[in-house]
């Protein structure tokens, strides 16, 4: 509803302005689909590696849950990384940036699905689950890191606080919506059999990756 007020609002501005911030809407919706993709991560991820994985992290085994570590280790390897990235390629605005996040976090999916494809007895290997952390977020430091100095770049200086409230829906939006496809590799209550759960994880993996990279191609050619 947020978002679509900001929209009908958007339309009442003129020339310029009312382009630029459209540019804002349209990201501002992609977003939401940005942020159902990294609440993967904290979801649909943990009980992937709980049931089909073999639970090791380069070698050591550990709980489901710590596989959320990789998070945090990879943005502090990457802040040192990105700098010089921006440096070099000054013309990688931000749509280009989101597009490519969205692109990013949908290829993070298809790790998983050809984990799956290349599973033994049903159950990955934990490796494919660090690099799908570490591509997610690097698709968050393209898009979520970005999210309000996007707004203060497009968006009307007489409705920045109400995009910034937008965004924030957006986000909340996105938590629905995961919880929402979260029912769809919902396993019984007993049913654990990880021959069983992988090809649910295998279809839902393979179908959300493939709409992210979709809708990630027809930002970045717009």
Known sequence: GGVLIFLLRTLTLKGTERTKQLVAVILIVVAILFFVMYNQMNTTMVLFAQNNSDLKLLGIKVSPASYQMINPLSILLLGFVLPKFYNRFKNFTIPYQFS????????????????????????????YLILTYFIITISELFVSALGLSMIGIYCSERMVAFAMGAFYLASALSNI???????????????????????VWQSYYLGIGVIAIFIGLILLMG
């Open 177 to 199: 919506i995961t919880g929402q496809l979260g029912k769809i590799v919902a396993l019984p209550v007993g049913h654990t059999n990880p021959l069983t759960s992988l090809p």
């Open 100 to 127: 490519t996040g969205i692109i990013l976090s949908g290829a993070g999916m298809l790790v998983l699905w050809l984990a799956c494809m290349y599973s033994t007895r049903g159950i990955i290997n934990g490796n």
